[in-house]
């Protein structure tokens, strides 16, 4: 029998037990490495690029905000000198301003305008649902510079389509006082001419993401509800809003993340301007970064910035599983 059992286990033909004999945590740690070194070597590409590449800039990156450094002359030591500069950044506290109210003027409508698409092409009857689909995702995966170029060309003042339309209905209806909008050359503006951009570019892929999850919710659920008499709405209220939470929390996540790092889309539509009127965070984390050669405060921003984000984003987080656990005792 003892050896029956040493034979199953493997230690009849001398591979011994798993990682090692009797010894302490060391000595079998180095007995597991020994014995299984070729596993770790087909992993271990992956662990280096991400030493290199990943955590190694991170920590250095870290080290840098406590720092003055242009990247060229010697680093100097100012320890909190560059997060104690931030409260007097005049420039910081308009792009995150700026960033609000961007994510405010796009943010609601984009989910909003996600989730009805996503509830029209999830129907069954519907034609061609792949082709729409296609359409609806299609600004996401478009060059930036041909998006650049198609809005510039739709926000022109004098050519612009929109302005030409705006100058038309209020020809034809003078009551309503429509006239052309600068919509890129003036500060009243330009934040809103990003967010329609960012808008029209984003929904297609946050329209996935919910589709994705509206397909998630079994039909024997709105299958009972049509038989217990629920009308359409009725089931959309009752049933899928409430089941498509998460995704609501996710999309929104992401829009977060998006909004306060967005870079292209205000690079090569206003570049900030005019003045600073459009400059969100990304932008300014870029220039203080790559114009001004400021690496150690740019790197204290950062960090600042990615702390208050990762907060907002727990918080949020909280809150949401606080009302999920809530809207679930009540019913």
Not at 41 to 48: A, H, V
Not at 49 to 69: D, E, I, M, N, T
Not at 176 to 190: A, C, F, H, Q
Not at 237 to 261: D, Q
Request: aromatic share 14%; charged share 15%; proline share 5%.
């Amino acid at each position: 029998m003892p050896t029956e059992r040493a034979e199953g286990t493997g230690l009849a033909r001398g591979r011994g037990p798993a990682c090692g004999g009797a010894g302490g945590p060391r000595r079998l740690l180095r007995a597991c490495v020994r014995r299984h070194w070729h596993f770790y070597l087909f992993i271990s590409p992956f662990f280096i690029l991400f030493a290199v590449f990943g955590l190694y800039p991170l920590l250095f990156s870290l080290y840098l905000g406590f720092v003055k450094w242009d990247g060229l002359t010697e680093q100097t030591w100012v320890g909190l000198g560059n997060f104690a500069a931030m409260l007097e950044d005049d420039i910081l506290a308009a792009s995150l301003w700026n960033t609000l109210v961007i994510g405010l003027l796009y943010a609601p409508l984009m989910l909003a305008l996600a989730f009805l698409f996503a509830l029209a092409l999830n129907q069954p009857w519907l034609r061609l649902r792949g082709l729409f689909r296609s359409a609806f995702f299609l600004p996401c995966v478009t060059p930036m510079v041909v998006i650049a170029i198609v809005f510039g060309l739709l926000y022109s003042p004098e050519r612009g389509l929109l302005n030409y339309v705006l100058a038309g209905a209020g020809r034809a209806l003078p009551f309503l006082g429509l006239k052309p909008v600068p919509w890129i050359t003036s500060e009243e503006w330009s934040k809103a001419a990003v967010a329609v951009l960012v808008t029209w570019r984003w929904t297609g892929y946050n329209m996935v993401l919910m589709l994705a999850g509206l397909q998630g919710i079994p039909h024997e659920y709105y299958e009972a509800a049509k038989v217990d008499g629920a009308g359409p709405l009725a089931r959309v209220r009752h049933i899928t809003v409430p089941l498509m939470r998460p995704t609501f929390l996710f999309c929104g996540l992401l829009s977060l993340l998006g909004t306060v790092y967005m870079f292209d889309e205000v690079f090569v539509l206003t570049r900030g301007g005019p003045g600073i009127s459009s400059t969100n965070f990304g932008l300014y984390l870029f220039n203080i970064s790559f114009s001004d050669f400021r690496f150690g405060y740019a790197s204290s921003v950062a960090y600042t910035v990615a702390l208050g984000v990762f907060a907002a984003a727990m918080l949020v987080t909280r809150r949401s599983r606080l009302g999920g656990g809530a809207g679930e005792g009540s019913s």
